[in-house]
């Protein structure tokens, strides 16, 4: 297993791993306590249009991708916000467009569907030296942001009404969760893919919510979980010559499903010992 550091792209693989493993759960947790789970697939639809439009004039899909879709997220914040337009009418809006937008701009810029295929399905093993520096300075903002403001944008999840109140900047702090989840779904793009990155946003934070009861313990634990899928699923991939992205979410749902289980005992165990009322 050591020897597998002597490969550049090995090497590399692995540090985008981290940044992705621990920055999708990071804000991922609050947009499941938000209840909007489903924004990373909306926003990653979206992002899709970036990377072909990045495609099509020759600047680096990263960076396109950044920009397309932390604008897209925003458009969906403010359709939340303001708009007549449901939320999840909103969000099918984004998957069809940002879908349709990819596909178009990748034909004009006549493009292989592979080149297409290797930021929707992830190709971590292909990641170059200015992606790694891109995908680590964009992976600790989002760090940094969403643990060093964890008590502001919990407030803001948990109850709109009571944060505003309080004189907590509901919408700003609104919109800085939505493109947080931009830049996150453009950091992990290359990990994990764009049709799978939400997994890797959702899937470890309802595996820590099976085996914690605070909102801080859950974060944490999100994102210890979310690292050892990324680690894991690269090492894993290579030893069994699969894709890294689809390895990684399998391995998350493997966690998943055992803390499911550790918790189900867990509360059995604790419904034992509780003493039974006497009349």
Not at 85 to 112: K, Q, R
Request: charged share 10%; proline share 3%.
């Amino acid at each position: 297993m050591i020897q597998l550091l002597d490969y550049d792209f090995m090497r590399r693989a692995l540090v985008a791993a981290f940044f992705t493993g621990l920055a999708a759960p990071a804000i991922g947790t609050f947009l499941v306590q938000r209840r909007l789970a489903l924004l990373g697939d909306g926003i990653g639809h979206v992002a899709l249009t970036g990377v072909a439009l990045g495609l099509l004039t020759g600047i680096a899909p990263i960076v396109t991708a950044v920009i397309v879709a932390a604008i897209g997220a925003v458009v969906i914040e403010l359709l939340r916000m303001f708009g007549r337009t449901s939320g999840d009418v909103a969000l099918a809006m984004l998957f069809y467009g940002g879908i349709a937008g990819g596909v178009l701009l990748t034909n004009l810029a006549d493009e292989s569907a592979a080149k297409l295929n290797s930021y929707l399905f992830g190709s971590i093993t292909t990641v170059s030296g200015g992606d790694l520096v891109l995908v680590g300075i964009l992976g600790v903002l989002v760090l940094v942001l969403s643990v060093g403001l964890s008590p502001q944008l919990f407030a803001v999840c948990q109850d709109e009404e009571h944060a505003r109140v309080s004189g907590v900047p509901v919408r700003a702090y609104s919109i800085l969760i939505a493109i947080l989840a931009a830049v996150t779904i453009t950091v992990a793009m290359r990990t994990v893919g764009l049709l799978l990155v939400s997994a890797l946003m959702v899937v470890p934070v309802a595996a820590s919510q099976q085996l914690t009861r605070s909102f801080r313990s859950t974060h944490v634990a999100a994102m210890a979980i979310g690292l050892f899928a990324a680690l894991g699923g690269v090492l894993a991939s290579y030893q069994i010559n699969t894709q890294p992205g689809p390895t990684i979410v399998i391995l998350a749902l493997g966690v998943f499903a055992a803390a499911a289980l550790a918790g189900a005992f867990a509360r059995r165990l604790r419904a034992r010992r509780r003493p039974v009322d006497s009349y």
